[in-house]
């Protein structure tokens, strides 16, 4: 065993950090070398350095701020929900929110309700009775049945003037 | 770990919820937190923001804490997890000038002058080790916790703290050593 693969026991020997009988064999093999037996001088000194470093007290205005801080969290957090600020803000803004939708006028406007008019049918045309003639001849189509009810006319009226639309329709039962 | 005074002054705190109370149990331990987090991220401004991390965690778990029936070890755990934490969001921490903050012993001022590189120096070292080595390294031979201890608050083995603990020591007299023989 070289003296490399003694530097992690004897890193921890610098520490106390061995149990007793791995300490001893340590300690025997410092006792012949002395490059190891330096090392560990070292180590132990850094060791003591770093503790003596670390030793000084802080100031207590650190600690004091700390407890301060987390204090004043806790108790913001502790507070009842009507009592924080934010939630009057919220409140506030929700209401002129409302205020604000309600009274601004919409820019959508339901359509006009189309405008309806009854026109009478024209009167049926007069045939002569020379023309009527000729017409037997040709064999007439099949009128449709007339319909129980009278026609009636419905214009319907669009927002587009130039847009008008004629229904006609048989009335029933009026 | 845990004397009856730290766990009857969490139970008071813990059933009452009483911040009165919670300040006592954080006068008690703050200074174990606060210096604990400087030692591990160097810098008082974090090590602050780290101990108020780890209070208010101890306030909203305290019935959990209270349980475990392990004050002083749940806080160096959780006291290292936000010191993690804490150097994850803020990678480039404030150099160690604030170092200069804590006040020395020493009157003599070559005295106090040779004092202050030699801690700048062991602090540098403790900076430049690995993360989970410098909080072992921390926990045992500046906290002075058992290698079990350290174990529990790290949630790692012994076997692996020791190992841990070795390397950096190691490290840190090879930074020492380095350091004094360019600037000496």
Known sequence: MNCADWEERIALYAGSDLAPAKAAEVERHLAECAGCQMFAGWLKASLELLRDAHGEALDGA??????SRVVAQLARERRPL??????YGLAAVAAALLVAVAVRPSRWAAPRPPEVAMVRPPA?????????????RVRPKPRPKAGPGELVLVRLVTDNPDVVIYWISERRGE | MDGPDDRSGATAAARSGDLAA???LMRRHERMVL????????????AQDASQEVFLKLYRNRAKVEASGNLPGWLYRVTVNACHDLRRRRPASVPMEEAGELPSRADDPAEQSAREERRRVLELSLRMLPEKERAALVLRDLEGLTTGEVARALGSSEATVRSQVSKARVKVRE???RYFRRHV
């Open chain 2, 22 to 24: 919670f300040d006592q």
């Open chain 1, 82 to 87: 009507w009592r924080r600020a934010w939630v």
């Open chain 1, 124 to 136: 049926a045309a007069v045939v002569p009775v020379a023309a009527a003639r000729r017409l037997t």
């Open chain 2, 175 to 177: 930074f020492v050593e």
């Open chain 1, 62 to 67: 650190h600690f004091a701020a700390v407890r």
């Open chain 2, 35 to 46: 210096v604990t987090a400087l030692r591990l991220l160097g810098s008082l401004h974090d």
